[in-house]
């Protein structure tokens, strides 16, 4: 982050912003975000305002750099205050009521592993390889979303459990963006022919998987849609369409690959393919997991690194000696003999 222009902007974005912003405080501030990306973050606080929006600054010195004029980043910059200041007015007492607060509770995924440092002072709950955290939605428009993370000092204020914060949001989710599971064929046709896909997840009949398709599970929103695998019965009722295990791949934190189980795929190819999509073609911001995990239909348990379970693969020994004793002929009893 190049400091020349991190001072000039703190120095000099006044004299872009409206008169009431004359004698706001300017500050600059180092802030850990998802994957543990440190990003350099502007805050224009009002005089009498608690809570500001955060401005960062990276991809405009990116484009300063690059040879925008600085004076058309400064514009930017207090385009940007204005905007999002009218879009997201804060008062900061009504987070202070977890009834007023409840109704805009979002759960939202990320890897433990690569989150370390973005995790620490926030409550969270393990789900399998990966971890649900939570966010309050304080707006939602066609411009997108703009939330703030619950810490634990939050939770203790409210005077609520680790898992009434885990159940609250799980009960009202599907209500505010129903779970989706669609044919990926269907949502690459959907950009070409303008056509809708199917939401698979409703439907009553076993899917037909004869030639092992590739499921999108999302949200209807198609924003932070990986959480939808944490809400209750949803990986269960995936099994009972498909009527087979499946790998789950972490494609971003909007969406979950499904891949039904044939038994012809190989666990370390499935893994390199997720990094270098994730490596390539997956924002940093988007940016979910490494981790391909497996679902057993059997013990109902998400796992990483299975192809299959002990009891999951005993199960299917179990099943195929009962076939075999059912298609190999029985030798007659010698009682049965008759000369």
């Known amino acids: 982050m190049n400091q020349n222009f991190v001072e000039y902007v703190k120095s000099h974005i006044k ?5 009431e912003y004359q004698n706001a405080v300017i500050s600059i501030n180092e802030v850990t975000k998802s994957n543990d990306r440190m990003l350099t973050g502007l805050t224009i606080l009002l005089p009498g305002e608690r809570a500001a929006p955060t401005i960062y600054l990276e991809a405009l010195a990116e484009q300063v750099e690059r040879g925008m004029p600085l004076d058309t980043a ?13 879009r997201v007015p804060l008062d900061i007492s009504m987070l202070e009521n977890y009834e007023a607060v409840r109704p805009m509770l979002a759960v939202q995924m990320c890897d433990p592993e690569t989150n370390q440092e973005y995790l620490k ?55 505010r963006s129903p779970v989706c599971l669609y044919d990926m064929e269907e949502v690459m046709a959907e950009s070409i022919f303008s056509v809708k896909p199917e939401n698979l997840f409703n439907q009553e009949e076993p899917l037909d998987i004869g030639f092992v398709p590739i499921y999108i599970l999302t949200n209807q929103e198609k924003l932070n ?3 939808v695998s944490v809400q209750e019965g949803v990986l269960e009722k995936v099994a ?21 189980d044939n038994g012809s795929m190989q666990l370390s190819e499935l893994e390199a393919m997720v990094r270098e999509v994730n490596a ?17 239909r059997e013990t109902k348990l998400l796992q990483r690194g299975q192809e299959k379970s002990v009891l999951g693969r005993l199960s299917d020994k179990k099943a195929q000696l009962q076939q075999a004793d059912q298609t190999i002929p029985k030798q007659p009893n010698r009682s049965e003999v008759s000369l």
């Open 15 to 19: 004299e872009y912003l409206p008169m």
């Open 280 to 296: 390539t073609q997956v924002a940093p911001e988007d940016r979910l997991s490494d981790k391909v995990q497996y679902y057993d």
């Open 225 to 227: 849609g990986a959480s």
């Open 74 to 86: 400064m514009k930017q910059i207090a385009q940007i205050q204005l905007e999002n200041y009218n």
């Open 121 to 175: 002072g926030k409550p969270y709950t393990s789900c399998g390889e990966l971890a649900a955290y939570y966010r309050i939605q304080v707006a939602a428009d066609e411009e997108g979303t703009a939330s703030v993370a619950v810490t634990e000092s939050m939770m203790q204020m409210w005077g609520i459990t680790k898992e009434q914060l885990h159940k609250d949001p799980m009960q009202t989710a599907n209500a």
């Open 240 to 260: 009972e369409l498909l009527g087979i295990n499946f790998y789950v791949l972490p494609s971003s934190i909007h969406e979950l690959l499904i891949l039904p």
